[in-house]
């Protein structure tokens, strides 16, 4: 008999179907959009990526709009059905049960440079070691030939980090690099936004933040037009400012693939190649070049692998015993509700776009969290409901092991935390805010400044012994307001600054 596949909304692209040419199965669940506020422009863009997919596809593809996978798949099918590994425990359940009834085949993952079995593997020849992100994405340069001279690395460095922290220009107000490639809405995107109004108006759905237009590519020729362009217009400048941050420019230099690799519409290994050739022809330079690798082959098949390996109870873990609930003003990105500049503008942001930077998610609302003592499963649950490009397997290893450091450091060896003097030097935001990072205590006290210095003596005897973290504990002894500033930190708690 015919085998179908059965696609899930973030296997998009070719490489989930390049080696099958029989019936194709997509799902459109109301009940996913139901259950949990999504950011209503993630919700506009999944749905216009999968009902694009299957316009590509007609008659080939059975697209069911049900209001469980369950119901649907099992509506469609009296024969074998194969699926690519999905790409988080929930979706992987499901297949599992509906394993046991059906026919049902799993294909091993895709869309991701190394396999499973491969870092697997390397993990338990780390004898114990820490699974370090930089061993690991050199592993896999030499593995895949990237950006490789023979046996040594191109420019006969790994890393080019240190040529790629630079703060934002003085006195700028962008980067001037030229903007990046924007896709064009059309009738399918006009019958998503009709569908979310008629939803949300009869009460069935509801969301967080604006819709519209649509940014990110939701299509595989709209992303692979929005990697062209940055390869050939924005790449150039990336590098040397990717952790700085312009109020003027939301997107800097950035990429924005993220949100079309993590549909499935790009292959991480195209989007390297890509930026690669753009070095070889001399189009931009290799720091700038080396540092989007490294997000692309490194960071990012690094945490997909580091969720899995780590196991579905990672997500509970909270070794810091952060318990308070993310308050309502930051959960519904009310921008307006905080005086502190750098929250306002990049709660702002978010609700606009569904999309910030590296750096706004991980020193200002990750740090923002990690200092107040939040939940990280409400933290965790609420980057992957705000964010375009958030999906379980990306914001569980992100923001409990990085951003929270609730797995006591099993991911990363430092709390990424800082006081407002980071903040004064990698962005703008200092200068129109009512708050002085330079103040601990008082009316002008910087809540990151106050709030940095509250989270060390909270934790103090965690970290004393810390090779990373020492100096600064060491720190509190020569504070001499110390006990105001706690003082005015608990009695401020999770009241928006």
């Known amino acids: 008999m015919t085998t179908l596949r059965?696609?899930?909304?973030?296997q998009l692209g070719p490489h989930f179907v390049d080696d099958h040419d029989g019936p194709l199965l997509l799902v459109e669940s109301r009940d996913v959009l139901a259950r949990r506020r999504f950011h209503r422009a993630k919700a506009h863009l999944v749905l216009s990526a999968m009902r694009h997919r299957a316009r590509e596809f007609g008659d080939r593809m059975t697209y069911v709009q049900a209001d469980t996978y369950a119901e649907a798949v099992r509506s469609v099918t009296d024969g074998p059905v194969e699926v690519v590994h999905p790409t988080s425990y929930a979706a992987h359940r499901l297949v599992r049960r509906l394993g046991d009834e059906l026919d049902l085949t799993v294909l091993p993952p895709r869309g991701f440079a190394t396999p499973r079995e491969d870092f697997e593997r390397w993990a338990e020849g780390r004898g114990g070691k820490r699974l370090l992100m930089e061993d690991f994405y050199r592993r896999a340069r030499v593995a895949h030939d990237v950006m490789m001279a023979g046996d040594e690395p191109a420019g006969g460095r790994w890393n080019f980090d240190h040529d790629n922290r630079e703060p934002p220009p003085r006195g700028a107000d962008t980067l001037g690099v030229p903007?990046?490639?924007?896709?064009?809405?059309?009738?399918v995107d006009e019958e998503v936004r009709a569908d979310l109004d008629r939803w949300e108006s009869e009460g069935l759905v509801s969301f967080i933040g604006e819709d519209g237009p649509r940014r990110f590519a939701a299509t595989r020729r709209e992303a692979l037009a929005a990697l062209d362009h940055f390869a050939q217009q924005r790449?150039?400048?990336?590098?040397?400012?990717?952790?700085?941050?312009?109020?003027?420019?939301?997107w800097m230099a950035h990429s924005l693939v993220s949100v079309p690799?993590?549909?499935?519409?790009?292959?991480?290994?195209?989007v390297v190649r890509r930026a690669e050739r753009a070095w070889q022809d001399g189009e931009a330079p290799i720091a700038a070049v080396e540092g989007f690798c490294r997000q692309v082959l490194g960071w990012r098949d690094y945490v997909w692998h580091l969720y899995w390996h780590f196991g579905d109870s990672y997500r509970r873990r909270n070794e810091l015993g952060a318990t308070e609930r993310m308050p309502k003003w930051f959960a519904e990105l009310d921008g307006a509700a905080t005086d502190a500049r750098c929250l306002s503008h990049t709660l702002d942001q978010v609700a606009e776009h569904g999309w910030v930077h590296h750096i706004p998610r991980l020193m200002v609302l990750g740090s923002y969290a990690m200092q107040r003592g939040w939940s990280?499963?409400?933290?965790?649950?609420?980057?992957?409901?705000?964010?375009?490009d958030g999906y379980d397997w990306v914001m569980v290893p992100n923001v409990v092991g990085m951003s929270q450091h609730a797995d006591g450091g099993a991911m990363a060896?430092?709390?990424?935390?800082?006081?407002?003097?980071?903040?004064?030097?990698?962005?703008?935001?200092?200068?129109?805010?009512?708050?002085?990072?330079?103040?601990?205590?008082?009316?002008?006290?910087?809540?990151?400044?106050?709030?940095?210095?509250?989270?060390?003596d909270r934790h103090r005897d965690r970290f004393a012994g810390s090779p990373r973290m020492s100096r600064a504990v060491n720190g509190l002894g020569r504070l001499s307001d110390l006990d105001a500033l706690v003082a005015q930190e608990d009695e401020r708690g999770n009241r928006a600054p």
Do not use: I
């Open 376 to 388: 990280p499963r409400q933290v965790t649950d609420w980057f992957h409901r705000a964010f375009v």
């Open 261 to 270: 690799l993590n549909l499935g519409l790009l292959d991480p290994l195209d």
């Open 413 to 456: 060896t430092k709390p990424y935390t800082s006081g407002g003097a980071y903040l004064a030097r990698m962005t703008d935001h200092c200068g129109s805010c009512r708050f002085d990072p330079k103040v601990r205590v008082g009316e002008d006290a910087c809540p990151f400044t106050a709030g940095y210095w509250w989270f060390l």
């Open 235 to 250: 790449l150039p400048h990336f590098g040397a400012h990717e952790d700085a941050v312009l109020e003027g420019d939301p």
């Open 6 to 10: 059965w696609l899930f909304g973030d």
């Open 179 to 187: 903007a990046p490639w924007w896709p064009e809405e059309d009738e």
